[in-house]
């Protein structure tokens, strides 16, 4: 049989996993959930093999066994903790326009309810501005995707025909992924005095109004 492209295709249905294959994967799970905890309270240079394995029960060679180093780990944990972030939305990809900014709003409301992964991310982002850090270019390539797809849906929310110049808009989308991180911060260290949602929720309203009226930071210049 072929597709419409004409090339060939098969008719037998996907080979289902093995019970081998189910528990490799099922401890490969543990082990991400496990670093993630590690790395986020020791970070990841004091955070050892050892120390994870240990969570597990296995052996420090068990861990080398299925992601082969422990950058290879760090960088596996990075993409489990974007995974989580997305995998109730449709499409497992973030909306845009205005309802780009609810979601981050939601995704403040639901880390109240998840701090291992939120301390997790805030360690390793501030550990990877150190010389030679493995997940170095894994932040700096995340910033830059998410100060574009932020500008993307600001752009989408103002008016048209007065929209705001490049500049403002890069400026906006790199000062709301700033105040959602450093209230992050913030929320970890005392959650009883930092209203994690509202605080992002105000701070974001407060950029896109300044944005739209063109006030983007011209008072405090």
């Known amino acids: 049989m072929t597709d419409a492209n004409g090339n060939a295709t098969s008719t037998r249905p996907a080979k289902e996993k093995g019970p081998r294959q189910l528990r490799s994967e099922q401890r490969r799970q543990e082990i991400l959930r496990a670093a993630a905890a590690t790395f986020g309270a020791r970070g990841y240079r004091n955070g050892s093999l050892g120390e994870i394995a240990d969570q597990v029960g296995i052996t420090h060679a068990g861990i080398l066994h299925h992601f082969g180093s422990k950058n290879q780990l760090l960088l596996e944990v990075l993409d489990y903790r974007d995974q989580v972030d997305v995998e109730q939305l449709e499409g497992q990809h973030p909306p845009e326009?205005?309802?780009?900014?609810?979601?981050?709003v939601d995704t403040a409301r639901n880390n109240t309810r998840r701090p291992g992964i939120v301390q997790t991310y805030a360690v390793l982002s501030a550990d990877s501005v150190t010389d030679?850090?493995?997940?170095?270019?894994?932040?700096?390539?995340r910033f830059t995707g998410l100060r574009t797809m932020i500008g993307r849906s600001l752009a989408q929310v103002?008016?048209?025909?007065?929209?705001?110049?490049?500049?403002?808009?890069?400026?906006a989308a790199s000062a709301i992924i700033g105040v959602m991180d450093g209230l992050q911060v913030q929320w970890l260290l005392d959650e009883d005095a930092v209203d994690l949602p509202d605080a992002t929720a105000f701070a974001?309203?407060?950029?896109?109004s300044a944005l739209i009226a063109g006030r983007t930071g011209e008072r405090l210049r």
């Open 97 to 104: 326009g205005l309802p780009l900014f609810k979601h981050l």
């Open 132 to 141: 030679d850090h493995p997940a170095q270019d894994y932040f700096r390539d």
């Open 158 to 171: 103002c008016d048209p025909d007065d929209m705001p110049s490049d500049s403002d808009i890069d400026t």
């Open 204 to 208: 974001i309203d407060a950029i896109l």
